[in-house]
């Protein structure tokens, strides 16, 4: 007769929903917190799991911090898969993307505040990680093959890396959403009202594609 399984020991059909829970708890402390301050008796705690179910899955914080991480970024590549940006037209699909980045992080302001904690620890914990290469790559080979077809269409002018213009879509959205506090008292200005973020995502636009496209 086989052992009956501690209550530690996750069964098989609850595993997954276990782990979606605790990263779910994870990932708005550490939003909260950052690495340095987030606590994992929070995490147990708002989440209704026992703390050393934690440390079973995912072993130390600094674990639960990285899976977060990799479910943050598996999160935003899935739904860049939704905009089936190989189907649109090239420019289109230039000015989709940067429309869906700004709108994304603007939905998503854990995803920015997460990305400032792992910096701080320079990007230590994803360079551990080979998923999160895996999950990114075919995004800037998609947005390669988009600049390809805009270069053969006479649109796009050549030699553009994708990867280059990707970080500066991202930077775009990333630096005015992030330093948003820091602008207003240094220019006196709310960039957040309706209008201003209408204004800032044109500029991105107008920005980019002025750049991709052949004068």
């Avoid at 940006?85 to 429309?99: C, G, K, M, N, V």
């Avoid at 553009?160 to 775009?172: E, H, K, N």
Wanted: aromatic share 10%; hydrophobic share 40%.
């Amino acid at each position: 007769m086989s052992a009956t399984p501690t209550p530690l020991e996750p069964r098989t059909r609850d595993a997954d929903r276990s782990q979606l829970i605790i990263l779910d708890a994870a990932r708005e402390e550490f939003a909260r917190y950052g690495l340095a301050g987030a606590r994992v008796d929070r995490i147990a705690e708002r989440a209704g799991i026992n703390k050393r179910l934690i440390y079973y899955y995912f072993e130390s914080k600094d674990g639960l911090f990285l899976a977060v991480l990799e479910q943050t970024y598996l999160d935003i590549r899935e739904a860049e898969k939704q905009l089936h940006l190989e189907e649109l037209p090239p420019a289109q699909a230039i000015r989709r993307l940067t429309e869906f980045t700004w709108d994304y992080y603007l939905a998503h302001p854990e995803f920015l505040t997460l990305l400032n904690s792992e910096n701080l620890h320079r990007g230590a914990h994803l360079a551990e990680s080979a998923r999160v290469r895996e999950m990114n790559s075919p995004l800037i080979d998609t947005l390669a093959q988009i600049l390809e077809r805009g270069r053969a269409e006479g649109l796009f002018r050549g030699g553009i890396d994708p990867l280059q213009l990707y970080v500066s879509i991202a930077g775009m959205a990333y630096f005015y959403l992030s330093n948003q506090h820091t602008l207003r008292a240094v220019f006196g200005r709310d960039l957040m009202t309706p209008k201003a973020q209408h204004e800032r995502l044109s500029h991105m636009c107008e920005v980019v594609l002025g750049y991709v496209l052949r004068s």
